[in-house]
């Protein structure tokens, strides 16, 4: 056999020796396409996008945030983060002014429109976090977000993340009377 073609049988059986559905990257993609999928049906095309939620959450959880914190909470890059911090801000549910100290830093503050569409909205993102895990055994669905942590170079403490439905829950605020 010439060398072109061992070489070409070689590249073959690699290609064919490929398990897709052993490959973390592949099954990574289908349970982000299945977690969009669960939460675009249960909250609508016209509501907020996951991001939104994951912006608005870790906002109320950490208020005055610069953006360069909320980059580094959320995992959002930071020029999609700013345009969607302008956009949220257009819409009534963010506030952005000066850092005491640092005028050179912005902080992000939620609006009472905020806090109402996330208490609105909450119920269903916890909703749709318990769809996502179903599919798994009860006993393993710590291990497997611990592994996602990992993964995604978080702390494997979930109190360092602020994803929505997946990171603390927000402090209760009492009720305006």
Do not use: W, Y
């Not at 070409?8 to 973390?24: K, T, Y």
């Not at 002014?97 to 109402?116: S, V």
Request: aromatic content about 2%; some cysteine.
């Amino acid at each position: 056999m010439s060398g072109n073609r061992a070489r070409e049988r070689r590249s073959i059986d690699s290609i064919e020796a490929f398990a897709l559905a052993d490959a973390p990257g592949h099954l990574l993609r289908r349970c982000h396409q299945r977690s969009e999928e669960l939460f675009t049906a249960a909250v609508g095309t016209d509501g907020p996008t996951r991001q939104q939620i994951a912006v608005l959450v870790t906002v109320c959880q950490r208020p005055g945030a610069s953006q360069a914190e909320l980059v580094s909470l959320t995992g959002i890059d930071k020029n999609t983060l700013t345009h969607m911090i302008g956009r949220l801000i257009e819409r009534g549910l963010l506030q952005r002014r000066r850092a005491e100290g640092d005028a050179r830093t912005n902080a992000i503050t939620a609006t009472p429109a905020a806090i109402r569409l996330l208490e609105e909205v909450m119920p269903v993102v916890r909703r749709v976090q318990d769809q996502i895990l179903e599919p798994l055994p009860a006993d393993l669905r710590d291990l497997f977000c611990h592994c996602l942590r990992l993964i995604g170079g978080l702390s494997s403490a979930p109190d360092q993340t602020a994803v929505a439905g997946g990171g603390p829950k927000p402090a209760r605020r009492a009720k305006k009377r």
